[in-house]
C-alpha cells in the first residue's frame, strides 16, 4: 500500500467512527518527518480512544501495524506513527490548541468526506 493510500485508507476508517474534520496533509515536498499526517476530530476523549482504535485495527487487518502510538484512555490527543504516514486524532480543544494545520501551513491539504 503506497504511503497515499494508507493515509486514505486511515481517513476511511475515522470517517467510519463519526471522526469529523479530517485531513490530510501532503508534506513529502517540504518536510522528513514523514509523507502525510493525518489529522481528525473526536468530540471528546472515549471518542478519540474509538476512533483510534478503529483505525488501528482496520489498518491490523491489511496487516499493516504502527510503528509506535502515544496516547490512549483519557487522552484529547493520540498519535498512530506509521513511519510515512502520522495519524492524529484530536479532540477540538486540543486540536485548536496545537494547530498543527497553521504549523504546516505551507503543506497542500487534501479534505476527506
Not at 32 to 49: Q, T
Amino acid at each position: 500500500m503506497t504511503p497515499l493510500a494508507l493515509a486514505r485508507a486511515a481517513g476511511k476508517l475515522a470517517l467510519s467512527k463519526k471522526g469529523f474534520d479530517v485531513k490530510i496533509l501532503k508534506l513529502r515536498k517540504i518536510s522528513s518527518v514523514c509523507d502525510y499526517f493525518v489529522i481528525c476530530s473526536g468530540s471528546v476523549d472515549v471518542h478519540v480512544k474509538a476512533i483510534t482504535d478503529a483505525v488501528e485495527d482496520g489498518l491490523r487487518k491489511k496487516g499493516i501495524r504502527p510503528s509506535h502510538r502515544e496516547g490512549g484512555s483519557g487522552s484529547t490527543w493520540v498519535l498512530l506513527d506509521y513511519f510515512d504516514v502520522v495519524i492524529h486524532v484530536f479532540t477540538e480543544e486540543a486540536r485548536q490548541f496545537y494547530a498543527l494545520e497553521k504549523l504546516w501551513g505551507d503543506a497542500p491539504i487534501e479534505t476527506l468526506d
